[in-house]
């Protein structure tokens, strides 16, 4: 089965090619499909933006296209970043610049409890929309550690691995992250709806 990555991010490109990898799925890139495409991302919850996003790209390419729209929720600041992750610090905000303000912002708040959240959504050219999502709870540090990974992973620690996801090779990371149980979850209900059997082999 092939599948669209619908995003421009390398980084989320990188992860569902690992992620999916061992599915029998494989995942293009828009520059493989020759599409350079921006959504808006103008929902106020991940489901709602995974879904745009999913269904703007299969319109585009007329193919089943894979998105998700994932964030960092920090219980202190009331779910902020959330939906707003990325562009935390602002339009164009560097990973850098995101975690310098979150850093900030919990300055001497003793409540560091945090979670990633994911929604992922596949779109298929019939129209049908298949959603699932992935939590993973952790904490954020006062320290960047590690050079891996992206986003908000070096300062978000997992008490139960002992490091943060930046410290994590690939396989470790992607093994427990909150992409790797929103896609977990989207297989799950493709192999129930028929589309992928239980080897991972495409029925439709």
Not at 7 to 28: A, D, M, R, Y
Not at 135 to 158: H, M, S, W
Request: net charge negative; aromatic share 4%.
């Amino acid at each position: 089965m092939k599948l669209l990555a619908a995003t421009n991010n390398k980084g989320k490109i990188k992860e569902l090619g690992e992620i999916l990898s061992g599915l029998g799925i494989t995942v293009l890139t828009p520059q493989e499909a020759g599409l350079s495409l921006e959504v808006e991302e103008t929902g106020s919850t991940f489901e709602e933006n995974a879904v745009l996003k999913a269904r703007a790209w299969s319109e585009a390419s007329g193919m089943p296209s894979l998105a998700d729209d994932s964030g960092l929720c920090v219980d202190s600041l009331g779910g902020r970043p959330g939906v707003l992750s990325a562009r935390f610090a602002g339009e164009g905000a560097s990973d850098g610049e995101n975690i310098e303000l979150l850093l900030k912002s919990l300055k001497g708040v003793a409540g560091r409890s945090a979670r990633f959240v994911c929604v992922a959504a596949l779109a298929l050219p019939a129209g049908e929309v298949i959603t699932a999502e992935g939590r993973y709870e952790g904490v954020i540090i006062d320290t960047p550690l590690g050079t891996g990974g992206f986003g908000y992973d070096p300062v978000f620690f997992d008490p139960l691995a002992g490091k943060t996801l930046a410290q994590m090779g690939p396989e470790e990371k992607n093994a427990r992250s909150h992409r790797r149980q929103a896609l977990d979850g989207l297989r799950e209900k493709l192999q129930a709806s028929g589309y992928l059997d239980g080897d991972a082999g495409c029925r439709k």
